[in-house]
């Protein structure tokens, strides 16, 4: 075969492979193009939901009373109408995000093919991107939700759909109006009007040139242009944008030279989404309101738009003791974070590199200097680097000159809290508090967090006991004990008093918080018999079958210890909690109705249900809360108990109305940091006075009279007769005679609770039981 045949046939070959493959590629793409659009790779809003986009009512939130207490929209807007704008706004707008606006029809192929070259095959980054106003909008109404990389091209391409189908419903006017009212601005602002009163505290039409062009400038980053924090990046970038300006023949030269020649002036009235009553709660709320709507369409094929279909949710909260809890928690708060800096000083642990280095080396910086191939050293002085940022302080300032290891210190030190109030007999919800700042930090300390409860777990004990026969006058030995097959484990009490040859009765030992007590009263109970009881009460969390359960080594949620004592003040019986009651369509009609799904069974009699209440009283009369009523002046009927972990970590407090359940808590969410002192970590200092500081509140609104003037049923004269004893009865003569007080007493722990009582005092208490 002729050479010049062979190399024509060769090049016929390439082409034809070349164009097979085109041709399968572009076949790819179209079949992927449809596949999308079939909603293979998510959802797409159906044209009932984008035409309704502008005249979308919110979901609002309400309080047992039907106060409002916040609403749930698809983005924190401002609904300004177009006639609002001012002409120089859209002019800035359209001059620097999208120029030929006016002439796509959602998708700007001409900016797509710049991209392509510059930015994909030149890798220049300057050329700036693609996407058109009308694709921004979509990402603005239908928030990205990715967890990897390669998910962007789907997600694009959905974007460039919606664009399309926006396109086809609305005007341009009304695109630029929609995507005003929904981007997002610095500051966590949404929506131009938001934006015109938080940074000039003027509505938008008052706008001047170069304000809209401040405005239109940060739209590039919101961080980096904000002009509140970085004023001459803002000036830069708002130059920018007036030179668009006048490029496209919007504003003249002098104009332009007048704008940039001005300084900005900044009159800064914030406005946060995330700020109002009840945000942890209302976060839950939206939660559940996700799920429900996915259940409702699956039950009645009918879509639910939880952001846009004016929904009402009732719910069980109420808004004013909400209110009054977030006021005593920000009020406790701030002071017992100034302790707690000043009693640890110089000392402080999260000032230690063996602490924060761990934390450095999971921060997004640290991984990010990494990727880039930066060493140890380069890393460590780019995170030493000072700058401002903004990080939550007490102080009310946001913004603060430090480096990435300081706010990694400053995250680390910050203590958190939580209060939860709940009615015993329904489940409702009444006040929920998940942290000290929703806007900063989103962990929900009431479901999201487990942390050990502390002593707060004894009454569960305690009530064990009294179902398996102990009863409240029985004697147990103060003194503490080495136990030998625990490898030596010896629990002592608070106050580190010997307490040789003193005996103490149930109620005294609760009072006291004993340690040593609790733990004998699990090895007469049985630790099996103690879980069992927990569980009945509604502890869903594994619960470690070791004696420390006395001391409250379990690890549980603030809402599991809620429904735990909710048994308490309900004949013995669990309520599982429950924090929406209705949720109606915008015309009133009720789509769905909640309670709580209790199916706990009675876990305790009656009887030992008032004698517990009655030792928990005394916790607060005149034991370890005791300084709710000295420090409070609060004269309610209260039942509590405090609680504190090891190395005072966590500080816990229960209080019991006779018709509330309470539950505050305190502490670092760091574990290895906890209060220097107990002193000032204890339960009693650190999450009780939210508690004591709300009850104030509580007691003062009249309204409120059905909690504050609530009594506990007096007691029975069987349970007076059991509990007639003296608290402390004392070693007899011949005991004390033959007991040396300065050798240290060591056993065995009995973890099965076998009984080792004589057979007059099993005779006894048949008698006693509660027929």
Known sequence: MPKKKKKKNLKQRIIKLLSLLIGSGILLLILFFFSIKAGMFGKLPDDEILTNINNAQATEILDENNENIGFLYRSYRSNIKYDELPQHLIDALVATEDVRFFEHSGIDYRSLFRVLIKTVIL???????????????????????????FEIIPIKIKEAIIATRLEDLYSKED???????????????????????????KPVNRLTVEESAILVGSLKATYTYN??????????????VLSQMVKYNKISDKAYQEAIDKKIELDYHPVKADEGTAPYFREQVRKELVKWADEYEKETGKAIDI?????????????KMQLYAESAMKEHMQKLQKA???????????????????????????????????????????????????????SGSDVQTMSVID?????????????????????????????IDFEYFKYDHVTQSKRQVGSTFKPLVYLAALENGVEPCDYFPARAVSYDNLEGWKPTNSDNEDYAHINVSMP???????????????????????????????????????????LGTAELSMLELATAYSSFLNDGKASDPYFIKKITDASGNVLGEFKSENEYKQAFSGLNQEMILEMMQEVVNSGTASRLRWRYKLRNDIAGKTGTTQNNRDGWFVGLLPNLVTISWTGSDNGSIGFRSTSLGQGANSALPIFGLWMQKVNADAKLKHYSNSRFRPLSDKAQRLMDCPPIKEDGFFKKLFTNPDKEKSKDFDEDGKEKKGIFKRIKKLFNKDG
């Open 508 to 550: 005294e030992a609760l009072k006291k918080s004993m340690n040593t007590v609790s733990v004998k009263i699990l090895e007469e109970t049985g630790i099996r018999s103690v879980i069992n009881l927990a569980e009945d009460v509604g502890i869903k969390s594994d619960l470690p079958e070791v004696a420390s359960l006395a």
């Open 175 to 201: 695109l630029l109006t929609l995507y005003l009212n929904t981007v997002s601005f610095p500051d966590n602002t949404f929506g131009i009007e938001a934006a015109s009163q938080t940074f000039f505290n």
């Open 407 to 435: 706010s990694i210190q400053h995250s680390l030190k910050t203590l958190q809290s939580g209060f939860v109030a709940m009615d015993p007999k329904s489940g409702a919800v009444k006040t929920w508090i998940g942290g």
């Open 307 to 319: 952001y846009g279909d004016g929904l009402k949710i009732h719910t069980t909260l109420n808004k």
């Open 227 to 240: 002009p509140r924090i970085f004023p001459e990046n803002s000036i830069e970038r708002r130059n920018v």
């Open 340 to 394: 707690f800096e000043d009693n640890w000083g110089n000392l402080a642990p999260w000032k230690k590199k063996s602490v924060y280095e761990q934390y450095i080396k999971r921060s997004h910086h640290y991984k990010a200097l990494k990727n880039q191939g930066k060493s140890e050293e380069e890393i460590q002085k780019i995170l030493n680097e000072k700058k401002e940022m903004q990080l939550f302080d007490w």
């Open 123 to 149: 890798q220049d980054r300057s050329a700036g991107g693609g996407s058109t106003l009308s694709q921004q909008l979509a990402k603005n109404l239908f928030p990205r939700e990715y967890s990897y990389n």
